[in-house]
């Protein structure tokens, strides 16, 4: 007997495609914000000169050239995110989830110094970026595990299988559904 698997939408799927694409398009323009604005060399020198380098002044540009990539990066990550508003793509489902883990981790990643700085130079809206990007990521990680946990697939689909559906010589018994 043949069986065909498929992937159906569920409730709860296109809330988590909004929102995973919502969320991805707030942390971008965060992420972007503390790159360019809130991380430049006086912030960079403040933190070297706060957990006591040597010379933070000859290695800050080097420091804040290498935040800003990783932040390009994180950008990059979290604008690609916003397909999620498009697509069902578990190429995308992965990266999203990937890009929010780590940058979930970004409380105990980032130094202690640089939220010392951060708010010495500019205030309270000196860490707001950071924070929220951080936090958020950190919300809608734990948001996408529960998801997979309780539906066991990706964009909380729910898998249907039919018996004795006739089948193609030589094609797969799963597909995927992709719209909704």
Known sequence: MNTATYLVVTPVTRKLQIAVGMCSLVFTIGTAVHNFVIINNEL??????????????????????????????????????VLALRSRSCAVWWLVFAVNCTQGLGFWVIPPSMWDAATDLYGTWGIVPSAVTDGGALLLTLTMVLAMVKYRTAWAQQRVVTAGAPQVPGSSSATQSRRG
Do not use: K, Q, W, Y
Not at 50 to 76: M, Y
């Open 44 to 81: 960079v020198e403040m933190m070297m000169r706060a957990s006591g380098s040597a010379d933070p002044t000859a290695s800050a540009p080097g420091f804040t050239l290498g935040l800003r990539i990783v932040g390009c990066l994180f950008i990059l990550g979290n604008a690609a995110g």
